[in-house]
């Protein structure tokens, strides 16, 4: 099945800076990839997503990349502010038949220091 | 438009109990899927359900089952708790099938399951 592979598990930033986090997949025929941010007593709440049609999406301070190649992808946030710090998940799914479920890495505890 | 909504939000039980949750989907939503996220496993997937049939299973024991109505409201039952089945279940809500369905599951605030 797939294996998803997240890093860093942790990262502290100063306010303004910008945070990567990077990704891995295992399954070339996963074709969608969301980024989950979760706060303390919430659910995961999806920012944004790509599909392996496209090799970048941005959505004002957030972009992500996709290299199909080496079955990697990138969340990049700008300009981060205070509350950016939350759990964030990547996670990659196949769209056919059955297998819709999503694949999550680990997480990554991002710390936006004032 | 309303979010995903589960019910209860938090859940003590005790070794041997059973116990259900429930979720209800976005309006016009009617795909539910099911996670259990843990600290030491993370998030996993445990079934989806569309027109009130299971679609898709996770590699969990028979003990974890579900249903869906015709609603598209769904429960979902862990029976005999163990210790280990203390978790966040988080139930998420896709518009369409899953054949030719969106992509994208939007995800309700979870129920706290303890098991002592």
């Known amino acids: 099945g797939e294996n998803v592979e997240q890093h860093p598990s942790t990262l502290s930033v100063q306010e303004g800076d910008s945070a990567v986090i990077k990704c891995t997949y295992s399954d070339s025929a996963s074709n969608y990839f969301p980024w989950y941010k979760q706060e303390l007593g919430k659910g995961p709440q999806l920012i944004i997503d790509?599909?392996?049609?496209?090799g970048e999406k941005k959505d004002q301070r957030i972009a992500v990349t996709l290299n199909k190649t080496a079955k990697h992808f990138s969340l990049h946030i700008t300009e981060t502010q205070p509350e950016d710090s939350a759990v964030y998940f990547c996670?990659?799914?196949?769209?056919?038949?059955?297998?819709?479920?999503?694949?999550f890495g680990s997480g990554t505890q991002l710390t936006v220091l004032p | 438009k309303a979010g995903v909504t589960q019910t209860p939000r938090y859940l003590i039980k005790t070794r041997g109990q059973q116990v259900t949750l429930s979720c209800s989907p976005i309006?016009?939503?009617?795909?539910v899927s099911w996670y259990q996220q843990t600290p030491g496993q993370g998030l996993q997937f445990l079934f989806e359900y569309f027109s009130e049939t299971q679609r898709n299973k996770g590699n969990f024991p028979g003990r974890f089952s579900g249903r869906q109505f015709s609603n598209s409201r769904s429960e979902m039952n862990v029976s005999t708790l163990e210790l280990g089945d203390s978790a966040l279940y988080l139930c998420a809500s896709s518009f369409g099938s899953p054949w030719t369905g969106a992509y994208e599951q939007y995800f309700g605030p979870g129920t706290r399951l303890t098991v002592t």
């Open positions: 309006s016009g939503h009617r795909s």
């Open positions: 996670a990659a799914s196949k769209s056919s038949g059955s297998a819709r479920q999503l694949t």
């Open positions: 790509i599909r392996s049609n496209v």
